[in-house]
């Protein structure tokens, strides 16, 4: 239920995948997952953070602020714009890249790269994913959302959707 509150689509990842081969070492292989997965993650793991971490977890949230902020003002510049959905996809990748980056250790350049939105296939994880969290932002807001066909949507169809329905709730 926390995911909902990403103001994100679920996006999909380059991630290196860490595999322990016959002798023992640690190899890495790129392969795709889902943002939110990760979010999530990264979510519960701070919540584990020992109680002397407050500083930590300001300097965090204020980051996260910053990027909800930038966020909302690129959507923003969107309404009456014939804007494309590479103008809206490139605005949630920014920040969900900055999202991500707050949790992560200072000082340190982490390679946080996102797949085109044509790479994802209908019927795919990230694909549902993405389907799933538009419904339940849609049933959260009370607009229902069970009437949502997502799932014969493209995957841009939805990054689009989402982010005119983002525009729409900040406008109101």
């Known amino acids: 239920m926390v995911m909902c509150c990403i103001p994100a689509v679920p996006m999909p990842m380059l991630m290196n995948k860490c595999i322990i081969d016959e002798c023992g070492l640690v190899c890495t292989e790129e392969a795709v997952g889902n943002s939110h997965d990760l979010i999530a993650k990264l979510m519960d793991t701070a919540a584990q953070t020992s109680s002397g971490a407050e500083a930590v977890h300001k300097e965090r949230?204020?980051?996260q602020e910053a990027a909800f902020k930038r966020l909302i003002d690129s959507v923003d510049a969107g309404k009456g714009q014939a804007f494309t959905v590479d103008y809206y996809y490139s605005a949630?990748?920014?920040?969900t890249r900055s999202?991500?980056?707050?949790?992560?250790?200072g000082g340190t350049d982490h390679?946080?790269?996102?797949?085109?939105?044509?790479r994802v296939c209908k019927g795919d994880p990230i694909h549902k994913a993405a389907g799933d969290f538009v419904r339940a932002q849609a049933i959260m807001s009370g607009k229902g959302g069970q009437d949502l066909q997502w799932?014969?949507?493209?995957?841009?169809?939805i990054v689009m959707y989402f982010a005119l329905e983002l525009q729409r709730q900040e406008g109101s």
């Open 151 to 157: 799932s014969h949507m493209e995957y841009a169809e």
């Open 99 to 105: 999202y991500i980056q707050a949790y992560l250790m």
């Open 111 to 118: 390679d946080i790269r996102f797949l085109p939105p044509c």
């Open 61 to 63: 949230r204020v980051k």
């Open 92 to 95: 949630f990748a920014e920040f």
